[in-house]
């Protein structure tokens, strides 16, 4: 699992519980935070099998951390 150092983690922790659920692959984290004018800190990507298994990573994301953290990805 890869993890992160930062204040963000519990969101960046629980994204990447909801991608490995379903088992998506090649999880990487792109540190954004020391590049000015973005519009988030951290962007992560993965890779899924089809469309199914995307729209599935995708869910599941959006479940665990609508239910863990109380927030909408």
Known sequence: MVRSKSG???LIDEIIYGIEEVKGVEVNIMDLSKIS???CKFFILCTGTSNTHVAAIANSVRKNVSKKLKEKP
């Open 8 to 10: 963000d983690k519990p």
């Open 37 to 39: 004018n973005t519009v």
